[in-house]
């Protein structure tokens, strides 16, 4: 009798995918790649053109980064390439707190 493994190879290939897939994603995170932090498709303008291309939806998967920064009540999302450092664009926006104590 042949002893047989507990999970076929198909399930194999399932967990080895899945854990690759897993690791990009914590990758993507630690690095601050723009699809792992939450950036919408209407702001995957890279090129300042107006349009969302296929192209520019890719490159938010492998070539561009996202620093979030708060001054005070001023939030700020810079977009930068992560091979060069180069900056895109600084999206700004003053926020108001409301006290709720009252």
Do not use: P
Request: with cysteine.
């Amino acid at each position: 009798m042949i002893l047989q493994s507990r999970f076929s190879r198909r399930r194999k290939i399932l967990w080895a995918v899945m854990l690759v897939f897993l690791c990009w994603l914590g990758y993507s995170r630690y690095v601050g790649l723009a699809i792992a932090a939450g950036v919408q498709l209407q702001d995957m303008d890279w090129n300042g053109d107006g349009t969302v291309s296929r192209q520019e939806i890719m490159q938010a998967f492998y070539a561009v980064a996202v620093t979030r920064s708060q001054d005070n009540q001023r939030q700020c999302v810079t977009y930068y390439w992560r091979r060069s450092g180069e900056q895109i664009r600084v999206d700004c926006r003053t926020v108001f707190k409301t006290d709720s104590s009252h």
